[in-house]
């Protein structure tokens, strides 16, 4: 079974708008939320994280918003650009647990000029 | 800044062969991993070692071989190329510690005909 999901397998956006990728998970022991981007033909990167202590996080256009209740979260990116087009990882991590990222499948962001 | 070289980029194999990708960090991170990254399957954990000489299994384990030669490289052997696989093997490394960012190399790209 998937223990991070993200509910849009795809999505897209006009240039400007606000695109938001959303992404839940099982386990109440997971603490640290990573999201990944990730360009054709490249590894992925870490964009921006938030620990379960925190219910947002912001940097620059990109925020994070946290549910510990609900067990979910949300990747905003604000005036979404072309260059924000790849794909978006949503991982996780149990507390202790060093370095064993679990991800959820992508979603693939098509931001339209 | 580091970087992590994975060789080669691009792996054509034959059905039951064995196959060996390597890996090279220069960011002196204690902790490397071995994912594994199909078209709609997001990432999955294969191997990952915290240290020198240390092998630690992941979800996807079976049919993979890993080895820590030293603390900058780390090898994955394909027991036995299955016919028609076709993955991104994706290589990463973290220092040790549960908050901490795992950097990602570019892959490397396996068909098996």
């Known amino acids: 079974q998937q223990q991070v999901r993200q509910s849009s397998q795809s999505l897209t956006v006009w240039e400007g708008e606000t695109a938001i990728l959303n992404c839940s998970y099982e386990?109440?022991?997971?603490?640290?939320f990573p999201w990944y981007q990730q360009f054709p033909g490249e590894g992925p990167a870490l964009l921006i994280a938030?620990?379960?202590?925190?219910d947002k996080k912001e940097d620059g256009r990109f925020t994070i918003f946290f549910n510990k209740r609900e067990k979910n979260l949300s990747l905003h990116i604000k005036d979404s650009q072309p260059g924000d087009s790849a794909t978006y990882f949503c991982?996780?991590?149990?507390?202790?647990?060093?370095?064993?990222?679990?991800f959820g499948l992508g979603t693939t962001l098509q931001v339209q000029p | 800044g580091g970087i992590i070289t994975q060789t080669p980029k691009f792996l054509i194999g034959q059905e039951g062969q064995k196959l060996t990708l390597k890996c090279q960090q220069n960011?002196?991170?204690?902790?490397m991993y071995w994912y594994r990254q199909d078209s709609g399957k997001g990432l999955r954990l294969i191997y990952y070692?915290?240290?020198?000489?240390?092998?630690q299994k992941g979800d996807l384990s079976e049919g993979y071989d890993a080895s820590r030669e030293k603390k900058s490289s780390f090898s994955l052997t394909v027991t036995s190329a299955q016919k028609n696989e076709m993955a991104v093997f994706l290589c990463?490394?973290?220092?040790?510690?549960?908050?901490?960012?795992?950097?990602f190399g570019k892959g490397t790209r396996l068909t098996v005909v």
């Open positions: 991982a996780a991590r149990r507390a202790g647990n060093t370095g064993k990222l679990i």
């Open positions: 938030i620990r379960s202590v925190s």
């Open positions: 960011f002196n991170h204690d902790t």
């Open positions: 990463a490394s973290s220092i040790t510690g549960s908050n901490t960012e795992v950097f």
């Open positions: 070692s915290i240290t020198e000489n240390d092998l």
């Open positions: 386990n109440s022991a997971f603490d640290y």
